[in-house]
C-alpha cells in the first residue's frame, strides 16, 4: 500500500520561500510522474507542478517561475520549491502520482501573509 508524506509547510510573509517534501512508501515511485497540488479553503484541489519519471516537468500559468518540483527516485521523494510566495498561494499542499490515483496523504498547510 502506498503512503505518501508530506512535510515543509508553515507561515511565510509574502515574498518569502519554502521547500516542501513528499516522501513515497510502499510504491513503484521511480516509474511513475508525480504531482504536487493544492486546496485552498472552499475551492477544489489544483494541480501546481507535475514531473515525469525522466524529469520532464509542466506547471500551470499561476506557479510558472516561481514554483519549481524535483524528483529523487533513490530517496522515493519529491520537492517542489517554492519562491516569490503570495497570499493566493495559501493552501494545503499535498502530493500524490500524477495523475492522482492513491489515497491522498494529510498535507502539509502553507499560509502566506504578513
Known amino acids: 500500500q502506498v503512503q505518501l508524506v508530506e512535510s515543509g509547510g508553515g507561515l511565510v510573509q509574502p515574498g518569502g520561500s519554502l521547500r516542501l517534501s513528499c516522501a513515497s512508501s510502499?510504491?513503484?515511485?521511480?516509474?511513475?510522474?508525480m504531482g504536487w497540488y493544492r486546496q485552498a479553503p472552499g475551492k477544489q484541489r489544483e494541480l501546481v507542478a507535475s514531473?515525469?519519471?525522466?524529469?520532464?516537468?509542466n506547471y500551470p500559468d499561476s506557479v510558472k517561475g516561481r514554483f519549481t518540483i524535483s524528483r529523487d527516485n533513490a530517496k522515493n521523494t519529491v520537492y517542489l520549491q517554492m519562491n516569490s510566495l503570495k497570499p493566493e498561494d495559501t493552501a494545503v499542499y499535498y502530493c500524490?502520482?500524477?495523475?492522482?490515483?492513491?489515497?491522498w496523504g494529510q498535507g502539509t498547510p502553507v499560509t502566506v501573509s504578513s
Open positions: 514531473i515525469s519519471s525522466g524529469g520532464r516537468t
Open positions: 500524490n502520482y500524477y495523475p492522482p490515483y492513491v489515497a
Open positions: 510502499g510504491g513503484a515511485f521511480g516509474n511513475n510522474a
